[in-house]
């Protein structure tokens, strides 16, 4: 597997591919996690089983997603393109999905959209033949001139199996550039969804959905929900650490601890879900994580700036990084008596100090 240098991010004059630099160096290199909130995910703890009668070795963490077959439910998120620096991580975290059998999902395509010459910067298909993959758009967009057309151009553009819709009223609210006008979205949306070939799944960016608006969305026929709640990268730090304006940087660094956290609002919307995939993301940190996740409903886990990060050192760093949040994952399965999946969603899990069963 090639390794490749530290990306070293250079100051350009274009305002959108700036901005995509901006959010990269942001990310790496401040202190932009959520303050004063956490995933919640600390608050339950499995049952151990001290005599599982399973083999390590044969935990099948394999499960099917929009026909797409994935070595584990692991999701390389949403998080970057549209600037030079944005392609080569995006190819970095496309080989170690490749590698892995994960999947994966590209950042915003606006940029690649409005500005074709950097669309490369989305493209991974050529070492990433076989991944589930997501393209990507901002819901806020539909307000603002886009529709089916650019929908099924992000989708066209990068191969893509499935869209994201991503929902970040907050990040644009604190954003320099930020789009402000909302109303009207939901009735888009639905048209958006009735017209596009591919699965369209909803997700936030790191506040959380509600159980009240997953009911909403699943009546306009989404084929899915990614709840990105609280306790991890915070939107509105980063926009604060781009922010000029004194007065918007402390409005944005008033909500550094604003959203659902991650675990509550993946129990709020699986309970509304019924059948259909909902992915948890927002701050799963390592496997264990991801196995609560999993017992609490998630069908799928997303992972964004730990694999940055190591997107950011070269591939095989990506690729030893998740190995281990699939082990973690593995080792939590055999330790709560789950040869499977199917299995590890039925596993005893309690709420820690009293130790009472969660039901959900």
Known sequence: MAKANKLSLAPVSDGTETRKREHIETVLNSNVAAKGVTTGFEMFAFEHCALPELDLDNIDLSITVFDKKLSAPILISSMTGGAAE????NRRLAECAQELGLAMGLGSQRAGIERPELSDTYKVRDIAPNILLF??????????????????????????????????????????????????IIGKLEQLVLKLDVPVVVKEVGSGLSGKLAKTLISIGVAGMDVAGAGGTSWSEVEANRQSDPLIRKVAHSFAGWGIPTAHSLIQVHREAESLPVFASGGLRNGIDIAKAIRLGATMCGVAAPALGAADEDAEIVTRHMQCLIEELKVAAFCTGSGNLTELTRAPLRRVNDWSAVEV
Do not use: K, S
């Not at 806020?140 to 991503?166: P, S």
């Open 86 to 89: 944005g392609g080569v991580i």
């Open 135 to 184: 393209a990507n758009l901002g819901a806020v967009q539909l307000n603002y001139g886009y529709g089916v057309e650019q929908a099924r151009r992000a989708v066209d553009m990068i191969e893509a199996d499935a869209l994201f819709i991503h929902l970040n009223p907050l990040q644009e609210a604190v954003q320099p550039e930020g789009d402000r006008d909302w109303r009207g």
